[in-house]
């Protein structure tokens, strides 16, 4: 009786003995080289072409007026207001994406599950319908919409509103980053410096933080960079008010209506420019891990030789 192992040998052998045909071996040969191509056309067309053109509009009429397109008020109120919702919005999310993270990879607790599945929650609810429920809760017909009049705040319409959709559309990013980094590391390390007498903080800034750092810093730079340009949520609860309350996406929307075109790329080539920048920075960690890790591999490859 013919054994499973000489009848797997037998169809291995007539699979390497079988001689391919010309398709195949032209796809070996030409496959990568189609693919790259069509990558490469990809990103040229939808991602460098139309950051070329943004750039090309900006300094269409020179750049005197690339520069004369800052001096409104407006749109330095609007630079300004950006700065300060970004500003405010990101060390909020950072504190509640490591302590989220840390919680959800470090513990078991009741109600983790749903704790993960809110964090997602932006991720799937569009802007819009996020800017909405703040509107529906703060607004002069929400639900504390009476409370907050009689007293004076105002948040909907207002630098407060902007702050909070901002912060709701960008707390996913640092605690995604940080999750599967800290799961993966797991807790043995924590639990070998408390047995050792250091406390709880003594553990996370002298183990855990050093662990997560570059995620930590991706983290800020995409939260950073999803902050600067929010416009869905913003666009809803802002009001638009030109001067007050129109953030650098809004602004730039109001200046291309006006058919004020060379301002608006003008401003456009600021968030160009950040997405760039963030691009650079993002590039720089992964070859800053990399390094750390080889560095880290080195002494172990020796020892095992």
């Not at 691009?279 to 020796?302: G, H, I, Y």
Request: charged share 15%; net charge neutral.
């Amino acid at each position: 009786m013919i054994s499973s192992n000489e009848i797997r040998k037998s169809y291995t052998t007539a699979a390497i003995s079988k001689p391919k045909s010309h398709l195949t071996t032209y796809w070996l040969a030409m496959g990568p080289g189609i693919l790259i191509t069509l990558a490469s056309g990809f990103i040229l067309l939808f991602l460098v072409l139309p950051l070329a053109v943004i750039f090309m509009e900006a300094f269409k009429l020179g750049i005197g007026h690339f520069f004369k397109s800052f001096q409104d008020r407006s749109a330095w109120h609007a630079i300004q207001l950006t700065l300060i919702a970004t500003g405010i919005s990101l060390p909020l999310n950072l504190v509640f994406g490591i302590a989220a993270a840390w919680a959800i990879a470090k513990f078991e607790f009741v109600g983790k599950s749903v704790l993960i599945t809110l964090i997602d929650l932006p991720f799937a609810v569009s802007p819009i319908i996020s800017g909405l429920i703040f509107v529906l809760i703060f607004g002069l017909q929400g639900w504390f919409g009476e409370w907050l009049a009689a007293r004076d705040i105002q948040i909907i319409f207002a630098v407060p509103g902007i702050v909070l959709a901002t912060v709701f559309v960008t707390f996913p990013f640092i605690a995604r980053e940080l999750i599967p980094l800290m799961q993966e590391q797991g807790s043995d390390e924590e639990q070998a410096a408390i047995s050792l007498g250091a406390t709880g903080w003594q553990a996370f800034y002298r183990i855990t933080l050093p662990n997560i750092k570059w995620a930590v810093l991706y983290g800020v730079i995409l939260c950073n960079a999803r902050a600067m340009g929010e416009f869905g949520a913003v666009s809803v609860v802002s009001g638009h008010i030109r001067g007050k309350t129109n953030t650098v996406p809004l602004h730039i929307e109001i200046l291309y209506n006006e058919y004020n075109v060379v301002a608006a790329f003008a401003m456009a080539s600021l968030l160009a420019l950040v997405g760039l920048v963030t691009l650079a920075l993002k590039s720089f960690l992964e070859w800053k891990v990399r390094q750390d890790f080889k560095a880290t591999l080195e002494p172990t490859l020796a020892e095992d030789h």
